[in-house]
Structures are given as structure tokens and as C-alpha cells.
């Protein structure tokens, strides 16, 4: 007969083994590893993790114009043999082959922020990208004359999330708003130097342009650069996306009039959490739409609208 000292200790380690084993890991792949964007997400997805005791990985590459290494971390990933794959595509056609091989591996494989072209996928969990970029074309619009010249300060081809703020930008105007003209459009490639260049050259091509609309987190941080830089906060409206220090200090002093915030946090829960459902054999929504909230200077201090800015704790 088994003593008690003898038999307890193997007992836990194989109940310990046993845990081990039947514990999901569920792979996130950002379009890139330090926009603070993504490190909100980030943090989102860890807290899901842990709430729903599933290990998970993170891995992306360093910008999101780096399609080929993000192609290359899906095909490392399925190698692993993950039990999920919840991603931000960096480009919606060239990550549709990698993803397609997940699938077809058995991965589950859900796309969040930002889609591809792939139709068996768990679930879509994003920002409602054209409705927050037909909002900011209302929210510019109403800041300027009637008839009034704007310009955009656009992300890059490929990126759907970002296409898609773009689009319903230039739609809202052009049909709610015929007097007022875009005279520029121009890609700042997620690369935050490049987008005050571009930011620059808008301001120097066009000196009267009355607005600007920057649609990601890198090209916000390029325009209030650029304007602040020329000393035209306040004579030039500015709607940005995304939200960190520089963003927040530029809404407050009036650089910036309205600042569009994404749920980074609840995108990330909702990702990895549509995962270990998958897994769970729970349903799941097939697309999950949050919206971006329109935050204004008299906005900054309310307690609804700091938990957003800084959710989770995580810093700017």
C-alpha cells in the first residue's frame, strides 16, 4: 500500500501534466508589435487569456508595411501546430494563402482589427472602420465653411481597416458635403517621420487647406507635428484616429478639435475570447462590430472616456 508521502507528490504532477495538456494556446499576430494601437490590443487579449485560462502567444512584425515576415509568423505558427490563430492582416490579399493553409491545417483561425480576403474564418472583430471614417468627415465638415478645401493624411494600401476609414471619409464627404474638396491624399506608410513629411509637403502644396482627416495612429502624430510645427493649431480643424499622450495633450490645447478612439482593449478580449468559445464548441459571432467614439475637449476628464483612453492601465 501506497504510503501517503509516497503516492501525493507524483499525484500532482500528473494532475498538474494533465492541466497542461488540455490547456488551449491561442497565437495573436498584430500588423505590428509597438503602435500603441496594438499594445492596447495587446493587453486586452492577456486578460482574456488569463480569465478563460488559455495560454497565449504574441508575435508581429515590427511595421505593418512588412507583409512578407508577417506571412513568415503565420507559416511558424502553424508549424507549432497553436490550437488558434486570432490576426491583424498587414495586407488583406497576401496573408489570405497563409491563413487559408491554417485553416485547412485545422487552426481556427479568427482576423481582428483588420481583414482578408478569406471566407472561413470564426469570427471578424474590428472597429466599424467606415462608419468611424463617415463620422469623421461629419465631424471635420461641421468644423469648416460651407465650402472649404481638406486634405487626408492616409495609411497605406492594403491595410483594409485603415482603406475602409478612408473610403467612408471620401464618401461622406462627397455626398453629404459637395462643397467641401479634398486636395490631397497622401500615404504615410504607418512610419510616423514620413507622415509629418507628407503632412509638410500638404501644408506647403496647399496653404489655404482648411482641414485635415489623419486616419491611423502614425499619420494623427505626424499632422499635429506638422501644424504645431507651423504654428496653426487652431486655424487648421484636425480629426485624428487613434489615441496616446501626444494625441490627448493635442486635443487639449486645441491642436487637434475631435480625436476618434477605438476599443483597442475589448477588440483584443473579444479576439482571443472567440477562440477558446471555437474551441469550446460555443457559438461565436461572426462579426463583431465596435464603434470608434468621437471624443472631444470636453470630453478629457469623464470617467467613461478616461477608462477608454487608458484602459486596463496601460500607459501612453
Known amino acids: 500500500m501506497l504510503t501517503r508521502r509516497a503516492f501525493m507528490p507524483g499525484m500532482a ?43 497565449m502567444t504574441w508575435n508581429g512584425p ?10 513568415q509568423i503565420v507559416d511558424a505558427t502553424i508549424a507549432r501546430g497553436v490550437d488558434g490563430i486570432a490576426i491583424s492582416a498587414t495586407d488583406d490579399t497576401a496573408l489570405a494563402g497563409p491563413l487559408e493553409r491554417a485553416i485547412r491545417a ?32 461629419r465631424s471635420l465638415a461641421g468644423l469648416l465653411p460651407p465650402t472649404s478645401t481638406v ?24 455626398k453629404e458635403f459637395p462643397g467641401v474638396t479634398i486636395v490631397a491624399r497622401q500615404y504615410g506608410l504607418g512610419d510616423r517621420a514620413k507622415s509629418v513629411a507628407i503632412a509638410e509637403n500638404i501644408l506647403t502644396a496647399h496653404p489655404k487647406v482648411g482641414g485635415m482627416f489623419a486616419s491611423s495612429e502614425a499619420c494623427s ?23 496616446s499622450d501626444i494625441h490627448i495633450e493635442a486635443l487639449r490645447d486645441g491642436t487637434t478639435d475631435v480625436m476618434m478612439v477605438q476599443d483597442a482593449f475589448r477588440i483584443g478580449y473579444e479576439a482571443v475570447k472567440s477562440l477558446t468559445d471555437k474551441l469550446a464548441m460555443r457559438g461565436t459571432a461572426r462579426v463583431l462590430d465596435i464603434p470608434a467614439r468621437v471624443v472631444v475637449r470636453g ?18
Not at 23 to 49: Q, S
Not at 108 to 137: M, Q, R
Not at 221 to 243: E, N, P, Q
Open 13 to 55: 504532477l500528473g494532475f498538474a501534466n494533465c492541466h497542461q495538456r488540455q490547456r488551449k494556446t491561442v497565437a495573436v499576430i498584430p500588423k505590428a508589435n509597438a503602435d500603441l494601437f496594438f499594445l492596447t490590443v495587446r493587453a486586452g487579449a492577456e486578460r482574456a487569456a488569463s480569465d478563460l485560462d488559455v495560454a
Open 62 to 71: 515590427d511595421h505593418e508595411t512588412e507583409y512578407s515576415r508577417q506571412i
Open 106 to 137: 485545422g487552426i481556427p483561425v479568427t482576423l481582428f482589427d483588420s481583414a482578408a480576403k478569406i471566407e472561413n474564418y470564426v469570427s471578424l472583430i474590428a472597429t466599424d472602420n467606415y462608419g468611424a471614417g463617415c463620422t469623421a468627415a
Open 151 to 174: 486634405a487626408m493624411l492616409m495609411q497605406k494600401p492594403g491595410g483594409r481597416s485603415t482603406e475602409l476609414r478612408e473610403h467612408g471619409f471620401e464618401e461622406t464627404m462627397a
Open 221 to 243: 502624430l505626424g499632422a499635429i507635428r506638422a501644424i504645431r510645427s507651423r504654428g496653426l493649431g487652431g486655424k487648421i480643424r484636425l480629426v485624428t484616429f487613434d489615441v
Open 299 to 316: 470630453d478629457l476628464g469623464k470617467a467613461e472616456v478616461e477608462a477608454l483612453l487608458r484602459p486596463g492601465g496601460v500607459g501612453r
